[in-house]
């Protein structure tokens, strides 16, 4: 699986920005799409999440209520939206899957195959 991720940008505190995720590639494999971050100086961490043949979606602490996931099966793209958003969440953001049979927990980063380039989100105050 390739991923294409873009829709970073530049953005003021209380803005909103839309990720995509695009999936090319052996996309029937696709177990579970994520979001990942990583800001100035700081681990990589789970942002948001969803199992590929399901609806439900699911958030970190950080970002729920404010960012939205989802998904265009016709295109095999995933969607981050962004709203009321924070200095805090200036980081560049991952796309990145996760295979079948692989564990199910989505904040597991070890477990995903695939990544995204990352792009980079800012938010100024």
């Known amino acids: 699986v390739q991923l294409q991720a873009s829709g970073g940008g530049l953005v003021q505190a209380g803005g909103s920005l839309r990720l995509s995720c695009a999936a090319s590639?052996?996309?029937?494999?696709?177990?579970?799409m994520s979001w990942f971050r990583r800001a100035p100086g700081k681990e990589r961490e789970f942002v948001a999440g969803m199992y590929w043949t399901s609806d439900s979606a699911y958030y970190s602490d950080s970002v729920k209520g404010r960012f939205i996931i989802s998904r265009e099966h016709a295109k095999n793209t995933q969607y981050l939206q962004m709203a009321s958003l924070k200095p805090e969440d200036t980081a560049i953001y991952y796309c990145?899957?996760?295979?079948?049979?692989?564990?199910?927990?989505?904040?597991?980063?070890?477990?995903?195959?695939?990544w995204g380039q990352g792009t980079l989100v800012t938010v100024s105050s």
């Open positions: 590639g052996r996309t029937a494999n696709i177990y579970a």
């Open positions: 990145a899957t996760k295979r079948r049979f692989t564990p199910s927990d989505l904040a597991q980063e070890t477990t995903y195959s695939a």
